[in-house]
């Protein structure tokens, strides 16, 4: 999805738990932590969620 949605002209604010090579502005943050949530989704259309088939690390 990361490779293939700004070529639709998407915009993309990623967050994870460990930062992610390549993407300075990535937010590091835990999806339990509320307030970090928040302020990631802030002014977003839409979020995709995809931890649970995630292939990109092992982390």
């Known amino acids: 999805m990361r490779g293939l949605l700004p070529a639709y002209g998407y915009d993309l604010r ?14 590091v943050a835990d999806l339990n932590d509320r ?8 002014g977003v259309d839409a979020v995709i969620h995809l931890a649970g088939i995630s292939l990109e690390s092992t982390h």
Do not use: Q
């Open 14 to 27: 990623l967050l994870d738990l460990v930062p992610i090579e390549g993407e300075p502005e990535a937010v």
């Open 35 to 42: 307030e970090a949530l928040r302020e990631a989704v802030r």
